[in-house]
């Protein structure tokens, strides 16, 4: 009789422990044992030589568009492009059409999933005046990664703007909620700045002051309430600045697009390619991002807002333009060439993509390489050297920033409880995402 349903033999592996060879066993979907199993016999054995296999990369922002936009993207699409680019599980936004604002569209969006979500899978519930009251309902059911409140207006109809909205959605939750926080009042004040045709004036419609006026309302409410909150996509300086005195009530989300990218360099080379909210913004904030965020440890996690558009859309003149771009495919390879070019270490980029996700959302049994985690890896050549292509793209958009980046780094598979997803390039093992739990969750 094996020992073990898999072993993974002969790779570099990176846990809590630090980095070192060895070997991982995995029984029932769960790793079961963690070093030299030359010995052991299992049901089957995946080479990993010359491989770093690391906890499985967790997304914890995407925009799948289903229902409602699926032109755009949906689940089947999005989630092939997570495993393609060694992304074993993502967070759904609720900006959906109609919005994910109650318990019957949540469980539309888990049935949707079903037999189709290459990865596994959570869904946020997005907060409302209406559905303010039952927020601390909504959060606890199956599937539901938590609340997400957008203070400033966006894509789609989901918006508290006002003070008083913000209160009662605080007063509410008790599980750690994310915010897209820019200041509503701000924004439309601002509005007559954006020149046509001009991205460049993209960064000062939505200006890094509107931001920080949102994340200081934020803090102040999330102080009163004694409550947790997730500051998603920050993108400037002040805010980094700020949000490192608050570190008692908030965790911080950054993106890959803010630190690669900055304006105006990036809007005259992409133009509305590279319109998103809030904005890339300047070589200043960029280099804040990573000295106070990455280096310092500001930033809790990596997400990528992952938020498709055509490009007929994205042709549209300023401030036509929709805001959002692809990015749960090139997550992996653009962040291990910043590994690379030692921007981060690599026991840094899993702690911002694996446990840092585990820590902040309470997710179970998943973000670390340990005995009774699930058996989530994913497995990166570091050597390995390719140009990321629009036409490799799995989003339906067809697109990405990143076309022609040159990478160092790459994930050449995917695994998701003992199963392999993605290896060399394809979807092997396809439709077996399921639902994630969340300790704060989990039922009595």
């Known amino acids: ?115 189709r979500a290459h990865v596994d899978h959570a869904f946020y519930v997005g907060a409302t005046h209406e559905n303010a009251d039952q927020l601390g309902e909504l959060e606890r059911l199956p599937g539901c990664c938590g609340v997400k409140t957008f203070m400033g207006s966006s894509t789609g109809t989901l918006l508290i703007g006002d003070d008083e909205g913000l209160d009662k959605v605080l007063r509410n939750i008790r599980r750690r909620a994310a915010f897209h926080a820019e200041d509503e009042a701000r924004l439309q004040e601002r509005k007559a700045l954006a020149r046509e045709g001009d991205w460049t004036s993209h960064p000062e419609v939505r200006d890094d002051q509107a931001a920080l006026m949102a994340v200081q309302r934020l803090v102040a409410g999330a102080r009163k309430h004694g409550k947790r909150v997730h500051v998603l996509h920050v993108s400037s300086a002040v805010e980094m600045e700020f949000l490192a005195t608050a570190k008692d009530v908030a965790t911080v ?71 959002g771009m692809p990015g749960v495919q090139t997550l992996v390879p653009v962040m291990l060439t910043h590994v690379n070019q030692g921007r981060l270490s690599l026991a840094r980029f899993v702690d911002l993509t694996s446990a840092g996700p585990q820590r902040v959302f309470g997710i179970a049994d998943k973000g670390r390489i340990a005995l009774g985690y699930d058996a989530d890896f994913t497995l990166v050549d570091m050597a390995a050297r390719r140009t990321i292509r629009a036409e490799d793209q799995a989003t339906r958009c067809g697109w990405t920033p990143f076309d022609g980046f040159e990478a160092t780094g790459w994930p050449m598979a995917t695994m998701i409880r003992g199963r392999v997803v993605m290896r060399d390039g394809a979807v092997v093992a396809p439709s077996q995402g399921v639902p994630m739990q969340f300790l704060e969750a989990l039922a009595p």
């Open 1 to 115: 009789m094996n020992a073990y349903d898999l072993i993974v033999r002969g790779g570099v592996v990176v846990s809590h422990a630090g980095e070192g060879a060895g070997d991982i066993g995995v029984r029932g979907g769960k790793i079961a044992a963690i070093g030299d199993l030359s010995q052991a016999s299992a049901g089957d054995v995946f080479d990993a030589k010359g491989l770093h296999i690391l906890p499985g990369v967790i997304d914890t922002q995407v925009h799948f568009r289903e229902p409602g936009n699926e032109h755009k993207e949906d689940l089947e699409t999005g989630t092939r492009a997570a495993a393609l680019g060694g992304v074993t599980a993502v967070f759904e936004m609720p900006n959906t059409t109609p919005p994910t604002t109650s318990a019957e569209a949540l469980a539309d969006k888990l049935a949707r999933a079903k037999g």
């Open 253 to 323: 989300e950054t993106l890959p697009q803010f630190l690669s990218f900055e304006g105006p360099q990036i809007y005259r080379r992409l133009n509305g390619f590279a319109q998103m909210n809030p904005p890339i913004r300047y070589a200043g904030d960029r280099a804040a991002l990573w000295s106070l965020g990455i280096a310092q440890g500001v930033v809790d996690v990596l997400g990528t807002d992952h938020a498709p558009h055509t490009r007929e859309e994205k042709a549209q003149p300023y401030p036509k333009s929709p805001s």
